[in-house]
T-cell receptor
């Protein structure tokens, strides 16, 4: 998997939009960008994956510029329950037949305050 | 519910002992990954199995071993336990061997006393 860099921590307040950026300068042509969310003492949960431009689901939006060297996870109107660690991964897409390690970096600890 | 089942949820044991953690992947998933997460630490990748075969190793100690059985469940064996082995151990499963969409279990919290 390509190396990723994201902020160690971020603070926000309830009701605000939060944008977490991930840098992945060495992304390969076939790589996808995937984000996970981990609450304390729980396993990470897949939240969104994309290849280019914009992807949106019921949880978040993922913005990927044309050069794909970075991506931004956007959480609209966060609540206290969005306090978690968010991990950015870059690698093969869903249902890829490649083999490899699924490596998580340090992630970004998002603290949402009332 | 991710569909990945880990047992037991909690385990307390003494130093020097051996324990076995079990993981049942989601139905249809062929890959199982194991991770260790110590207090306030990141997820450390330990090992990956695909359809019964070891495919990748991370920073797994020699005292630790794993296997994936024909029914695709996996076990992580931890022996000669030390206090520093106290951690949350997660397994994850995915359909194939290398994609980045995986589903995690709720973890086994191991406490070594």
């Amino acid at each position: 998997l390509a190396k990723t860099t994201q902020p160690i921590s971020m603070d926000s307040y309830e009701g605000q939009e939060v944008n977490i950026t991930c840098s992945h300068n060495n992304i390969a042509t076939n790589d996808y960008i995937t984000w996970y969310q981990q609450f304390p003492s729980q396993g990470p949960r897949f939240i969104i994956q994309g290849y280019k431009t914009k992807v949106t689901n019921e949880v978040a939006s993922l913005f990927i510029p044309a050069d794909r060297k970075s991506s931004t996870l956007s959480l609209p109107r966060v609540s206290l329950s969005d306090t978690a660690v968010y991990y950015c991964l870059v690698g093969p897409p869903k249902r890829s037949s490649n083999t490899g390690k699924l490596i998580f970096g340090q992630g970004t600890t998002l603290q949402v305050k009332p | 519910d991710s569909g990945v089942t880990q047992t037991p949820k909690h385990l307390i044991t003494a130093t020097g002992q051996r324990v076995t953690l079990r993981c049942s992947p989601r139905s249809g998933d062929l890959s199982v990954y194991w991770y260790q997460q110590s207090l306030d630490q990141g997820l450390q990748f330990l090992i990956h199995y695909y359809n019964g075969e070891e495919r990748a190793k991370g920073n797994i100690l020699e005292r630790f071993s794993a296997q994936q059985f024909p029914d695709l469940h996996s076990e992580l064996n931890l022996s000669s336990l030390e206090l520093g082995d106290s951690a949350l151990y997660f397994c994850a499963s995915s359909w194939t061997g290398g994609d980045t969409e995986a589903f995690f279990g709720q973890g086994t919290r191991l406490t070594v006393v």
